[in-house]
């Protein structure tokens, strides 16, 4: 992720850069991306090489990765009560899917799921992929 690139996108830091024979474009800091997870940051690289390589202005790659909010149904915000955040991901069908989603947070959580397969492709009841996070099916 941090490798060094000639030319494409990189991550210096905490920042996306597009790197070319003119040098250095910073494009925007991790933290202004409005979609959570490593998984999204590796996104917006493979997004913002493929826009340079088309001819794609800094500008417009660094307005599109800060404004995009995502998908239906993919780590999508549903409601935010009592400092409770309800988290939609029921596009996630494939168990790696569903664990890129569960590595995008850091605070604590609960995982709705259904059906249990899911839950017995990530190591069963009980399993724990990240942060000694307990994952049960509710």
Do not use: Y
């Not at 494009?27 to 979609?35: D, K, Q, S």
């Not at 259904?114 to 990530?122: A, T, V, Y």
């Amino acid at each position: 992720l941090q490798a060094p690139v000639a030319d494409g996108a990189a991550l210096r830091g905490q920042t996306i850069v597009l790197r070319g024979p003119a040098g250095e474009t910073p494009i925007c800091e991790t933290g202004e991306l409005r979609l959570p997870g490593r998984h999204n940051v590796l996104n917006v690289l493979a997004a913002a090489a493929l826009a340079d390589s088309a001819g794609v202005p800094a500008e417009a790659i660094r307005a599109a990765a800060t404004r995009f909010t995502g998908v239906a149904h993919r780590l999508e915000l549903v409601r935010e009560r009592a400092g409770v955040r309800w988290i939609d991901d029921s596009s996630a069908t494939a168990p790696e899917r569903m664990l890129a989603g569960l590595h995008a947070f850091d605070a604590p959580l609960v995982l709705l799921s259904s059906p249990f397969n899911r839950i017995h492709h990530m190591g069963g009841p009980g399993a724990k992929p990240r942060h000694g996070r307990q994952i049960e099916n509710v």
